[in-house]
């Protein structure tokens, strides 16, 4: 097979994912600080990567890989609320710079635990509910409107397809742990972070952030039912099961936090 026609495999699957983020972005401009960050943590990103990682790996690969998406949200949950906290006073380098480095010596920390099933349920949801409950006075800052320009959508598309692109062809010699950390970085939420704070301030975009923690909360528990599912049920079925736990939980909270009519929206 020549070069350019072993490209076309990996070429298509950066696209399937670029559409995808193409898609969910545009729904979320549309939308409030509640709205757009359950849309920012439905599995735009990871989950294409995990479709196209189970075309090419067994299933003990995914089920294992999925285990070590399930402990990087700790350092995602450590990510969004580390961001929420310095977007208050700080501009776009200073906040994204001050959020990654928390996610990177998290993930350090993360990646150097040998995690078993029954503790990493545990440490995970103890960690992603304090951060919810420490960012939950964030969440409602008003956004003011703002033009999009004509690269931000194009940007974030390059962004969670290079991510993809670099997991599934790296995936061979990274193993299991860092295939599953990379998967589950928050590329999405640091593209919102870097195109949207510039145009709405820190505050505002802070309160998507700080809403997105709540949809972590749901995106963790689609991980953790690949890793117990996959095994059990087969590679497609617990990767459609965790779809579906990833989108209910969203929409269970939007009917949930929906606002009363009569009730100005924030």
Not at 48 to 54: D, M, S, T
Not at 57 to 85: M, Q, R
Not at 120 to 134: E, K, Q, T
Not at 194 to 210: D, N, S
Request: charged share 10%; glycine share 8%.
């Amino acid at each position: 097979m020549s070069p350019d026609l072993a490209l076309l495999p990996l070429a298509a699957k950066m696209a399937t994912t670029a559409l995808i983020v193409v898609v969910a972005t545009l729904a979320a401009e549309r939308a409030g600080a509640l709205l757009g960050a359950m849309i920012a943590t439905l599995p735009t990103s990871t989950g294409p990567a995990y479709v196209f990682l189970a075309l090419d790996h067994s299933a003990d690969f995914i089920a294992a890989a999925a285990l070590a998406s399930f402990t990087a949200n700790i350092p995602n949950g450590i990510f969004a609320l580390a961001y929420v906290l310095a977007a208050q006073r700080h501009g776009i380098v200073a906040s994204a710079l001050t959020a990654l480095a928390a996610w990177f010596l998290a993930g350090l920390v993360v990646q150097a635990v040998p995690w078993s099933t029954g503790p990493a349920v545990v440490v995970v949801f103890a960690v992603l509910l304090g951060c919810v409950a420490l960012a939950s006075r964030w969440r409602h800052a008003a956004a003011p409107l703002a033009r999009r320009r004509w690269y931000d959508i194009p940007a974030r598309a390059v962004m969670v397809a290079s991510l993809v692109g670099f997991v599934v062809t790296g995936s061979a010699w990274l193993g299991t742990g860092f295939t599953g950390l990379l998967s589950a970085f928050p590329v999405v939420l640091l593209s919102f972070v870097i195109i949207l704070q510039p145009r709405l301030g820190g505050p505002a975009t802070a309160a998507i952030i700080a809403n997105a923690l709540v949809g972590l909360v749901g995106f963790t528990t689609a991980c953790l039912v690949i890793h117990l599912s996959v095994p059990r049920l087969g590679v497609w079925p617990g990767l459609a099961l965790a779809l579906a736990v990833a989108v209910g939980f969203n929409l269970a909270v939007l009917l949930v936090r929906r606002p009363r009519r009569g009730v100005a929206r924030r």
